[in-house]
Nanobody
Framework: QVQLVESGGGSVQAGGSLRLSCAAS????????MGWYRQAPGKQREMVAT???????NYADSVKGRFTISRDDAKKTSYLQMISLKPEDTAVYYC???????????????WGQGTQVTVSS
């Protein structure tokens, strides 16, 4: 099995910054794509940023220029650096990895437990 542990959420004022981390552990053999998603109250979960194993990134239009996703494959960890935060960024942020374990040849989506980000005006 693969466990994802997120950290770095919290409360900040508008214009502030936060850095989220997501570390994969367990029987991880290989990690493919990694990503961050968020879900605000009453809204559907949406993609925030993704990064491929080759380092290609993709961002939601609402966060382009403010958020940066990165990864450290040696640590099996992804990061989401968030600057110039806005109240509309308030949500529970979930990390996602596409990974395979040593026990299976198939890649499976795994999700973290979520971390709250609250931005006050």
């Amino acid at each position: 099995q693969v466990q994802l542990v997120e950290s770095g959420g919290g409360s900040v004022q508008a214009g502030g910054s936060l850095r989220l981390s997501c570390a994969a552990s367990g029987s991880v053999y290989r990690v493919n794509n990694m990503g961050w998603y968020r879900q605000a109250p009453g809204k559907q979960r949406e993609m925030v940023a993704t990064i491929t194993s080759g380092g290609s990134t993709n961002y939601a239009d609402s966060v382009k220029g403010r958020f940066t996703i990165s990864r450290d494959d040696a640590k099996k960890t992804s990061y989401l650096q968030m600057i110039s935060l806005k109240p509309e960024d308030t949500a529970v942020y979930y990390c996602n990895v596409d990974a395979r374990t040593i026990l299976s040849p198939f890649f499976v989506d795994y999700w973290g437990q979520g971390t709250q980000v609250t931005v006050s005006s």
